[in-house]
Each structure stands twice: as structure tokens, then as C-alpha cells.
């Protein structure tokens, strides 16, 4: 069975801080694809980054990074000096196997204040 | 070329009513899925189709939920004699055919259905 834990339910933090939301996924399948989702309070999904298990190279997107480990299971994602239009929930999600279907985490809450 | 289009964007039914939420997949696109997003909860698969076939329907509750996916036409979610628990979002996603490592899903702006 697969499954996607995002622990941090909501994270506040002032504009320009660094912010690290962390996902943790469970898979017994060795090939694998890891996405994050950007939500924002107009309710819309936003792709963000995919990634393949056989990638673990670290990404670097302007102020988006994504950290991903395959020896503690996780697809951590930094945003670096934040802004308020960062605001929105943040889904990590799991393809696994021969599966189409996603496996969605709980979601992130992020506010950035101004 | 348009992304995924999902009508109405917002649907209010009575308890008992049935509801019809629709999904015209990107052009080129033959794979649909169906997700619900309950309030403060992330994303729950429902069905996956192919044009006139289900190919995985083990997330639709069991009773008043089905979903087709014509040789023409967008593909339809319906739920039949709604309750309050079925308020929720209902997302809409499309990949290409192909190798199924070569795509991303590409969701459409979802559908808030609210019964009253």
C-alpha cells in the first residue's frame, strides 16, 4: 500500500523567512514517481516538480528547492525567502508502481505574513 | 491549447437531488481521473477511465456514485440522491496515453458541490 505523510499541518512564518514543509511517503514498489501540489485560496491545483526514484538529485527551481532521500523516505520541499503570495496549501503526492492514480498527502497549510 | 475543463464550478443541490459534474480532459488527452477533496482534507482517488472503458474504480463509495467517460463527449461524474457528506471538491485530472512514467496528471479547476 502506499501512503504520504505531511505531519506539519500549518506553518506560519514573515515574509523572507525560509520555510521547509516535509513529506514522508511509504511504497514497496522500487520505482516510484514523488509531485508537489500548490493549492492556493482560489482552490485550484498547481503542479509543481515530479520526481522519479531513480533520481535523488536535489532540484533547484528559483526560490523552490526539493530535498529528496530515499534512505528516510522523504520529498522535502524549501521555499527561500518567502512572500505572501506563497500563501496556500502545499500537497506532496505518490505515483507508485503500475499505478495511474495519485496518493495524495493531508496537505501543508502555509501563511506567510507580511 | 486549453487545460482541463471541469462544469460547473460550483453546484448546490438538496438532499435527494442528483448531481452531474463534468470533465473535458486537455486535447489529446484518452485518461481521466476523478478525485474528492473534503473540507480540510487532501485529495482521495475515486475512478480512473479510458474513453468508454473503468479502468480502476476502487475509490467510489459502493452506492449513488458512477462515472462514464463517452467515445464522445466529457466524461461525467454523477451522484444520485446526494447527502451532506457528499459536499466536497471533486477534482478532475488528464495524462496522455503511453508509457505512464512519461506524464504528469493535469487537474482541472474542480467542481464545489454543496448540498443543502
Known amino acids: 500500500a502506499q501512503k504520504v505523510t505531511q505531519a506539519q499541518t500549518e506553518i506560519s512564518v514573515v515574509e523572507k523567512e525560509d520555510v521547509t514543509l516535509d513529506c514522508v511517503y511509504e511504497?514497496?514498489?522500487?520505482?516510484?514517481?514523488l509531485f508537489w501540489y500548490k493549492q492556493p485560496p482560489s482552490g485550484e491545483l498547481v503542479f509543481l516538480i515530479r520526481?522519479?526514484?531513480?533520481?535523488?538529485q536535489n532540484e533547484i527551481s528559483g526560490r523552490y528547492s526539493w530535498n529528496f532521500q530515499k534512505s528516510t523516505s522523504s520529498f522535502n520541499f524549501t521555499i527561500t525567502a518567502s512572500q505572501v503570495v506563497d500563501s496556500a496549501v502545499y500537497f506532496c503526492?505518490?505515483?507508485?508502481?503500475?499505478?495511474?492514480?495519485?496518493?495524495f498527502g493531508s496537505g501543508t497549510q502555509l501563511t506567510v505574513l507580511p | 491549447n486549453a487545460g482541463v475543463m471541469q462544469n460547473p464550478r460550483h453546484l448546490v443541490r438538496r438532499r435527494g437531488q442528483e448531481a452531474r459534474l463534468r470533465c473535458s480532459p486537455m486535447?489529446?488527452?484518452?485518461?481521466v481521473y476523478w478525485y474528492r477533496q473534503l473540507p480540510e482534507e487532501g485529495l482521495k482517488f475515486m475512478v480512473y477511465?479510458?474513453?468508454?472503458?473503468?479502468?480502476?474504480e476502487s475509490g467510489m463509495p459502493k452506492e449513488r456514485f458512477s462515472a462514464e467517460f463517452p467515445k464522445e463527449g466529457p466524461s461525467i461524474l454523477r451522484i444520485q440522491q446526494v447527502v451532506r457528506g457528499d459536499s466536497a471538491a471533486y477534482f478532475c485530472?488528464?495524462?496522455?496515453?503511453?508509457?505512464?512514467?512519461?506524464?504528469?496528471?493535469?487537474f482541472g479547476p474542480g467542481t464545489r458541490l454543496t448540498v443543502t
Open positions: 477511465l479510458q474513453k468508454e472503458n473503468i479502468i480502476d
Open positions: 486535447k489529446g488527452h484518452s485518461h
Open positions: 511504497t514497496r514498489d522500487t520505482t516510484y514517481y
Open positions: 485530472a488528464s495524462s496522455p496515453s503511453g508509457l505512464a512514467e512519461n506524464y504528469e496528471q493535469y
Open positions: 503526492a505518490l505515483r507508485s508502481g503500475s499505478a495511474r492514480q495519485l496518493t
Open positions: 520526481r522519479n526514484s531513480f533520481d535523488e
